[in-house]
Every structure is written in structure tokens, then in C-alpha cells.
T-cell receptor, first 109, second 117 residues
Framework: DAKTTQPPSMDCAEGRAANLPCNHS???????VYWYRQIHSQGPQYIIH???NNETNEMASLIITEDRKSSTLILPHATLRDTAVYYC??????????FGGGTRLMVKP | GAVVSQHPSWVICKSGTSVKIECRSL??????MFWYRQFPKQSLMLMAT?????????EQGVEKDKFLINHASLTLSTLTVTSAHPEDSSFYIC?????????????FGPGTRLTVT
């Protein structure tokens, strides 16, 4: 699986968009970009995934660059409940997930 | 979405005893289950992968005789920590994928916090 690089922490004001970057410069052609998040002392929760097109669901949007070497997860209107560690993972569909350090997002009032 | 449960949610045991943790898929058939371990302020580390009816595949450095995994049915996998020691204290999390849930998505349980005294 390709390695990912994320900033260790970010702050965001409540109600604002949270933009979480992820670098995955060694991604291969059939690998997907997955985003999960883990709220303190809970199991991870799936957010969104994509291959090369931008994706949007009820939770977030995923923007993948044309060369697929980086992506950004966007939470359009962050709330206090979005405070969590966000993991960007690159792997083939159905494969095991390898968790890196993630980004600790703190949403502040 | 699909639901995965774990039992117990937390357990305290004495050093040298064994502890069994259950992971259940409540509304789908879990053909593959994964077991992770997470130490405080660290990320999740995959311990093993199990397919229903087969022996588990353990990650490098994980002792298969210490962490016994059984995936005997499509809705239940168990992790038994044998002869537990304080260094086994951790947050254990299972995840599952299968049918008819999308193959790209893994569903995680809420985790089990193990404290060995």
C-alpha cells in the first residue's frame, strides 16, 4: 500500500469548512483513497473514498488532484462533534487498512 | 449502515489469566474480520486478518499462540488473549467486511479496553 502523509494536527472554527490534506505521491493506478475518522475511545468510522474523481456524500467531499498524488477531505460546516483523528489511507478496494498517524482535528467554538 | 458490536466494552483482568473478546456483525455476513490494537496516543495496528472458516493470518510480530483468533461463523469472531500481561493492556478493535455490504467499506466495532493488573 502507498504511504500517506498528513499534518499531525489542525484547528477549525465551528461552522467553517475544515480542509484536511493528504499526500500520497506513491499511489498506484488501482489504489483508492479512503478517509476514516476516530472519535476518542471509539472505533473508526468510514467517511468517504475515491479513485480519481471528486466525491461527495452526506458527510464530506473528497477532492483528488489530477495526478492523484494528493487529496483533500472537506467537512463543509464543521461542528464540535467533528473533533476526531482523521486518517487518510491508500489501498486496493477490500484490502486491509493500514493506519498512519492521521490528523487530529480540533473544532473550536 | 452495517453494525459491528464488541463484547465486553471494557475488561480488567489479573496477570496470567486469559480474556476473550467477541466481535459480531449484527446485520450482515462478515466473510472477513480484522483485529487491531491501539495503544494510548498511537494509531491502530493491524494484528490479524481472519476469513470465515479459515485460520487467521497474523501480522509480523504478533504471537499467534498468545492472541488466538477464531472466526467460526459469518457473524462472530473471537480474540482470546492468553496469559495476559500488563503490556497487553490496550484498546482492541475489530472490523468486518462481507455481504451484502459494499466491498470497499470496513465496519468497525466500538472497541474493547483491556487492562491487565
Amino acid at each position: 500500500d502507498a504511504k500517506t502523509t498528513q499534518p499531525p494536527s489542525m484547528d477549525c472554527a465551528e461552522g467553517r469548512a475544515a480542509n484536511l490534506p493528504c499526500n500520497h505521491s506513491t499511489i498506484s493506478g488501482n489504489e483508492y483513497v479512503y478517509w476514516y475518522r476516530q472519535i476518542h475511545s471509539q472505533g473508526p468510522q468510514y467517511i468517504i473514498h475515491g479513485l480519481k474523481n471528486n466525491e461527495t456524500n452526506e458527510m464530506a467531499s473528497l477532492i483528488i488532484t489530477e495526478d492523484r498524488k494528493s487529496s483533500t477531505l472537506i467537512l463543509p460546516h464543521a461542528t464540535l462533534r467533528d473533533t476526531a483523528v482523521y486518517y487518510c489511507i491508500v489501498t486496493n478496494a477490500g484490502n486491509m487498512l493500514t493506519f498512519g498517524g492521521g490528523t487530529r482535528l480540533m473544532v473550536k467554538p | 449502515g452495517a453494525v459491528v458490536s464488541q463484547h465486553p466494552s471494557w475488561v480488567i483482568c489479573k496477570s496470567g489469566t486469559s480474556v476473550k473478546i467477541e466481535c459480531r456483525s449484527l446485520d450482515f455476513q462478515a466473510t472477513t474480520m480484522f483485529w487491531y490494537r491501539q495503544f494510548p496516543k498511537q494509531s491502530l495496528m493491524l494484528m490479524a486478518t481472519s476469513n470465515e472458516g479459515s485460520k487467521a493470518t497474523y501480522e509480523q510480530g504478533v504471537e499467534k499462540d498468545k492472541f488466538l483468533i477464531n472466526h467460526a461463523s459469518l457473524t462472530l469472531s473471537t480474540l482470546t488473549v492468553t496469559s495476559a500481561h500488563p503490556e497487553d493492556s490496550s484498546f482492541y478493535i475489530c472490523s468486518a467486511t462481507g455481504s451484502p455490504v459494499p466491498s470497499y467499506e470496513q465496519y468497525f466495532g466500538p472497541g474493547t479496553r483491556l487492562t491487565v493488573t
